[in-house]
């Protein structure tokens, strides 16, 4: 009789705890960003909420950047990039 492997489905979580930053009570001057993670439609909606936060709640800025594709983390530069020039970030999902 063969061997049989039995794998856990309990996954080892390797990541650091920390404290995410209050929200900001208002958009105005800020740069708002949209991590966009490729599924269909995401893109139309960051462009129009982008430019709702602009016009009606002062955003100073809209930073759109967009994933390789839906099934792998965002690479490690574009997540430092949107973190440095952007006070807030939408990370979002179409269809």
């Not at 800020?30 to 991590?35: E, P, Q, R, S, Y």
């Amino acid at each position: 009789m063969g061997t049989i492997r039995v794998l856990s489905p309990v996954g080892v979580d390797a990541s650091e705890a920390f404290t995410a930053p209050a929200l900001p009570r208002a958009l105005a001057g800020l740069t708002v960003g949209f991590l966009d993670n490729t599924k269909p439609n995401f893109d139309l909606l960051a462009d129009a909420l982008g430019t709702l936060l602009s016009e009606r709640h002062g955003a100073k800025a809209i930073v759109h950047r967009r994933k390789a594709n839906v099934s792998n983390p965002a690479a490690p530069e574009i997540l430092a990039e949107i973190a440095k020039a952007c006070d807030l970030v939408f990370a979002g999902s179409g269809d």
